[in-house]
């Protein structure tokens, strides 16, 4: 049984389009503010790029290389994921993470316009970031966004996903204890991971432990157990910023439906599906960000 189990996931993980096709970033890293940040590049725009829940700006590659050929780029582990994990620390709200995206973008990006591109619970923050700088922001684009109607909706759709996902997600006292666990054994809690997650390369789904579980629980409830799209998405439609909402047509997370009922009713929120593509989206396409995020300067000065 074990030789077949070992057999199956190796089928998966080879076949897997995010396995084959990822690669690491070369860009530089360094601490900015609370975060641990890959920054490089250069240009007259810039780019920033947020990671999922339990995961880190490793998910986007060489994504970040071939943006920083022409744009200036950031991509941090989020306020209490990654290389910016806190020990110490109990808020990791969403004024919390905003604050520490704002020092990235000043220090990194300065005052360059930018575009922000963001997977999953990014998403939510890509948004929350964009609506109070709309001026700032040429466009936003969010791939495998956990856009559902209401927060009993999310639940229920998490809950449905996986026995894991219902574990760890909805029942508190199970999702600390194994945070709790995690942290005690994180070397052995990331090869656990990337077992449990075999479409996702090894050095990415190792990166799931590095957490804790008050990083984990806010994130789960301020920025994936929410209701506020409709809200987020006006606010930026009202300002003129083209939002692009992609998922891949295998992908779980979010409600498409729901979601192309609210771009139906906005002028700049616009959705797109990828055939044949999972959650993996963006470390499986890793040319897709650069297509949706690359802007030039024009000889005006502006941007396109």
Do not use: K
């Not at 060489?62 to 050929?69: E, G, S, V």
């Not at 973008?105 to 609506?131: F, P, Y």
């Not at 969010?142 to 760890?168: D, E, F, K, N, T």
């Amino acid at each position: 049984m074990l030789a077949v189990s070992g057999a199956v996931w190796t089928l998966v993980h080879w076949r897997s389009c995010a396995v084959r096709r990822w690669e690491p970033s070369s860009l530089v890293r360094r601490r900015v503010g609370d975060l641990s940040c890959r920054v490089g590049g250069n240009g007259g725009a810039g780019v920033l790029l947020l990671h999922g829940l339990v995961a880190t700006g490793d998910v986007f590659g060489i994504t970040a290389d071939t943006l920083a050929t022409t744009m200036v780029v950031a991509v941090p582990d989020l306020l209490g994921f990654g290389g910016s994990i806190d020990e110490n620390r109990d808020d990791f709200g969403t004024e919390a993470h905003l604050a520490a995206i704002d020092a990235v973008i000043n220090e990194v990006i300065g005052d360059r316009q930018l575009v922000i591109a963001a997977h999953s619970m990014g998403c939510t923050l890509a948004l929350r970031w964009a609506g109070r700088h709309p001026g700032r922001v040429v466009r936003v684009i969010c791939v495998g966004a956990p856009i559902w109607p209401s927060r009993a909706a999310a639940r229920r759709a998490i809950g449905c996903a996986s026995p894991m996902s219902r574990l760890l997600v909805l029942n508190g006292r199970i999702a600390r204890f194994a945070c709790g666990l995690s942290c005690r054994h994180r070397t052995v809690a990331g090869w656990i991971a990337s077992v449990t997650a075999p479409r996702w390369p090894i050095p990415i789904a190792r990166q799931a432990s590095l957490h804790t579980w008050p990083a984990f629980h806010q994130a789960i409830e301020q920025q994936v157990l929410h209701d506020e799209w409709p809200a987020l998405l006006q606010r930026l439609d009202t300002a003129g910023v083209p939002v692009r909402l992609v998922w891949g047509d295998r992908d779980p997370v979010g409600d498409r439906e729901y979601a192309m009922r609210l771009a139906s009713s906005l002028t700049h929120v616009t959705v797109q599906i990828i055939e044949g593509a999972d959650h993996t989206l963006p470390t499986a396409r890793p040319e897709l960000v650069v297509e949706l995020g690359r802007v030039t300067v024009g000889s005006g000065g502006t941007l396109g």
